[in-house]
């Protein structure tokens, strides 16, 4: 069974720290670029960071960058999202998504993980 599961979210003060964890199941994780994605409420779900299979290539939103860090240990299939400084602006449900990046096409989404900032 395929599965995304996503931990880590929590409540946590303006200028906090928290590191989210996406662990993989019933797929090769080698083969597929993940993401990490976000939707507050009222509003659409964003990308918020990215990374290829093999780790070498990462991007960001504009909103996130120099304050999140996306990386991934295939040989445990765990995605991770280290968040620094975090904001108010910063509050969502996080979601792990995977891509396989050949054919055939396969994705797959987590449940997701809030994140509270909040004083």
């Known amino acids: 069974q395929v599965q995304l599961v996503e931990s880590g979210g929590e409540l946590v003060q303006p200028g906090g720290s928290l590191r989210l964890s996406c662990a993989a199941s019933g797929f090769t994780t080698s083969t597929y670029d993940m993401s990490w994605y976000r939707q507050a409420p009222g509003k659409e779900r964003e990308l918020v960071a990215q990374?290829?299979?093999?780790?070498?290539?990462?991007m960001y939103a504009d909103s996130v960058k120099g304050r999140f860090t996306i990386s991934r240990d295939n040989t445990k299939s765990t995605v991770y999202l280290q968040m620094l400084s975090l904001k108010p602006d910063d509050t969502a449900v996080y979601y792990c998504?995977?891509?396989?990046?050949?054919?055939?096409?396969?994705?797959?989404w987590g449940q997701g993980t809030q994140v509270t900032v909040s004083s």
């Open positions: 998504n995977a891509v396989q990046n050949r054919v055939p096409f396969k994705e797959y």
């Open positions: 990374i290829t299979n093999t780790g070498h290539w990462t």
